[in-house]
Each structure stands twice: as structure tokens, then as C-alpha cells.
């Protein structure tokens, strides 16, 4: 079987959690599983072939153990990938994935050596052994009491559809004839969302009740930046609660911390050039122009304080851009495609809120506005509607 990725078509390592071919209805999980491993192989990449190797099973067992719905093991942890990984047989992980299994020369390392030994990766196997998956037999967890109050699901905080959205196919959201074909959008079920995630286009507030609102924050600390920014850093300001504080010019600390909590969550943003979508992370705007954020990185005063890492790079391109737009009222020519408003995910329980001074239930409506107007934004059906009216 012919494989997508080769010597000769290689994909880059620091674009796998984005363009990795994968199956759209797995495609969020793996972005967000992979993504932990880019980030963590970022600060202990070594450059040998036995770390390209090790990184690179790592990579196919996730992306197996999500196309097989074998689960994780329960001590398995986004911000340290490498340890408790399970031991999976090559040969099945090839026959599961098929065209997407990946090689190490398959891959353009598309990253820097670093000094730090990559210790953590050195229990994992890189001789595939002739045994069955382990995966179900170490994925048990322990029986809970029923009194153990359950944490709130990171995903049900994700804002991108659940995997298997539901609508009710007698109801019409919106329905027009555009040219030779009918656009509809169904209404989606639950009509009143039980969490963050179900939050839909054709989600309406005013049918949501004062409880229904405040049921959608979490009942803990939900961790939603890259696990790198829970991490203190060399020469930058730490918060317990909230992370790596960047230091971005003309910004304060506090200034920094409020864009993180009305902005939480930065996924896949792109912005429009020439018609068509592009990554807003790989390019910076500078003087209404856009340059390749690799080639000018090296050339910023900030890059001195900050990493030259994927995930630190997008925080800084994407929170600078909000900041500069919030408090110098500043106006792009290539701005983010779509809307992106503050509160699309409510990452803390209502009391810490409101313990910052703001009123849960207020901020819960704006939640449910902002994910409507994000998705209603980024719908080719709406879109198309509304480009033939």
C-alpha cells in the first residue's frame, strides 16, 4: 500500500497536529493529542535518529489507539506524552492506519536540537514487538465511589462540534435555493446546551433558562493553553492559575492575564490572502504585510525572551494581535477570518469569576454568543447563502 507521506512527500513535523490526513470525525482529538507531542519534543528534540524514531511511534500508537478506540491508559498525561504510553505492535498499527502511518523519513524535523536530554522517551520500544496491544489492559481505571464528584470533561469545552452531532431533520434552521442546489441547515440537538460543546449555529439564548446558562462552566480549573505554557519559563513572569506570562511590548501583566481569560483558547485560526485560508500562526503582519513568521522570528527584540517554539510563537503572534486591537484600536488588512470573541470558553467554575469581579451569569450569555457567532462565521452553507442574496 502506497503511503500519503514519504521521503518524497514529507510533512513537517511542526504542521502534523494541523495537516496530518487523518478522519474528520477523530480529526479534533488527534490535533489536540498530537499537539502535546509537538510541543514537548520542541524542548527535548536531541536531533539523533533514535529520538526521531521514539518521537515518531509515539506519534502512530496516538493516532492508533484513537482510530481503534482503544483507550489511553489512565496515568497517560498530554504534558508528558512520552511516559505510560502503551506497547502496541507495529505491524497492527500499520494494518489500522494504513496510508497515514508515518515513518521517521516521512517527516521533515523541521526543528532545532536542544541541549536537554530526552530522558523521558527512553523506556519506550523501538523494535515493534510480535505482542497484542496492551492498551485495554492497562487503560482500566480504578473503580470510583459514587460519592467522588466527577471533573468536568476538558472536552466538553472543545469548540468544535462533538463527533457525532445530532439534528432533527424535520426542522429546517435555514433553507434557500442557491442556483442548482438547496442549502440547509437542520436544527441541531440538544436545542438547549448541556455543555460548552453543544453550543451550535443554530443554538438560540432566549431559550435558555438562568440555570441552563450557569451549567455550562466547568466545575474545576480547566487547562486550555498548550501544556509548555503551564510550564515556568526562563526570563518570563509565571502565574499558578493561568500560566507563562509573555512579555509583549506596551503590555502589562495584568493585561496579559485578562486577554488569557477572555481568550483561553486559540484553535486553528487562519486569515484570508488572495481567497484563500491560511494559516494566521505562520505569518505575522508587519506594515500590511505578510511575512513567513519563521524567516523574520530571529530579527524581533522579543525573540530573545521568548522560545523559538510552535506553541509560544502562536500565543504571542495571536495575543499581541488581540491586545493591539483591544487597546490601541489598531486595524489589520489580513485580520483573522471569521469572528473570534471574548468568553467562546469558560475555562474556570462561576465563583472564580466572580471573584475577579465579573457576573457569571452575564458572562455565561456572552459564551453562547460568542460560539454561535464564531460558527456562524466559519459556515460555507451561511456563507453561500448569503453570498447569492
Not at 202 to 219: A, G, Q, R
Not at 298 to 305: G, T, V, Y
Amino acid at each position: 500500500m502506497s503511503r500519503i507521506y514519504s521521503s518524497t512527500n514529507k510533512i513537517k513535523f511542526t504542521n502534523i497536529s494541523e495537516n496530518y490526513k487523518v478522519q474528520r470525525n477523530v480529526k479534533a482529538t488527534l490535533t489536540d493529542l498530537h499537539s502535546s507531542v509537538i510541543t514537548y519534543a520542541m524542548s527535548h528534540f536531541d536531533g539523533t535518529l533514535a529520538c526521531k524514531q521514539k518521537i515518531t511511534r509515539v506519534l502512530n500508537i496516538l493516532t492508533y489507539a484513537v482510530y481503534a478506540a482503544e483507550p489511553l491508559p489512565f496515568n497517560w498525561r498530554k504534558d508528558s506524552p512520552f511516559e505510560n504510553i502503551p506497547d502496541v505492535d507495529d505491524e497492527l498499527i500499520q494494518e489500522v492506519l494504513g496510508d497515514i502511518y508515518l515513518t521517521t523519513d516521512a517527516i521533515d524535523w523541521n526543528i532545532q536540537a536542544v541541549d536537554v536530554p530526552f530522558s523521558p522517551v527512553n523506556n519506550i520500544s523501538v523494535t515493534p514487538s510480535r505482542m497484542r496491544p496492551v492498551v485495554s489492559a492497562i487503560a482500566t481505571p480504578p473503580v470510583v465511589a459514587d460519592v467522588t464528584i466527577k471533573e468536568t470533561p476538558a472536552t466538553d469545552l472543545y469548540i468544535q462540534a462533538p463527533e457525532i452531532p445530532q439534528f432533527d431533520v424535520t426542522r429546517p434552521w435555514i433553507q434557500k435555493q442557491c442556483g442548482s442546489d438547496l442549502m440547509t441547515i437542520y436544527t441541531t440537538l440538544p436545542e438547549v446546551p448541556k455543555r460548552q460543546r453543544d453550543i451550535s449555529i443554530t443554538t438560540n439564548l432566549n431559550n435558555m433558562t438562568d440555570s441552563d446558562l450557569l451549567n455550562l462552566f466547568p466545575n474545576h480549573f480547566v487547562r486550555t493553553r498548550a501544556p509548555i505554557m503551564y510550564t515556568p519559563q526562563t526570563n518570563m513572569d509565571f502565574d499558578k492559575d493561568f500560566g507563562v506570562i509573555l512579555p509583549i511590548d506596551d503590555y502589562t501583566k495584568e493585561q496579559f492575564i485578562d486577554n488569557v481569560i477572555k481568550y483561553p483558547h486559540l484553535y486553528k485560526l487562519v486569515r484570508e490572502q488572495n481567497n484563500e485560508l491560511i494559516s494566521f500562526y505562520a505569518y505575522m503582519e508587519i506594515n500590511g504585510e505578510l511575512v513567513d513568521t519563521l524567516q523574520v522570528w530571529d530579527s524581533l527584540k522579543i525573540s530573545k525572551w521568548i522560545p523559538k517554539n510552535v506553541e509560544f510563537i502562536k500565543e504571542y503572534i495571536v495575543r499581541k494581535y488581540l491586545m493591539d486591537i483591544e487597546y490601541k484600536k489598531a486595524e489589520f488588512k489580513y485580520p483573522i477570518f471569521g469572528t473570534l470573541d471574548p468568553f467562546l470558553t469558560l475555562f474556570m467554575p462561576a465563583e472564580e469569576y466572580v471573584k475577579r469581579g465579573f457576573d457569571a451569569l452575564e458572562l455565561a450569555k456572552s459564551c453562547v454568543l460568542s460560539r454561535v457567532s464564531y460558527k456562524q462565521s466559519r459556515s460555507p452553507v451561511l456563507r453561500r447563502i448569503k453570498e447569492s442574496e
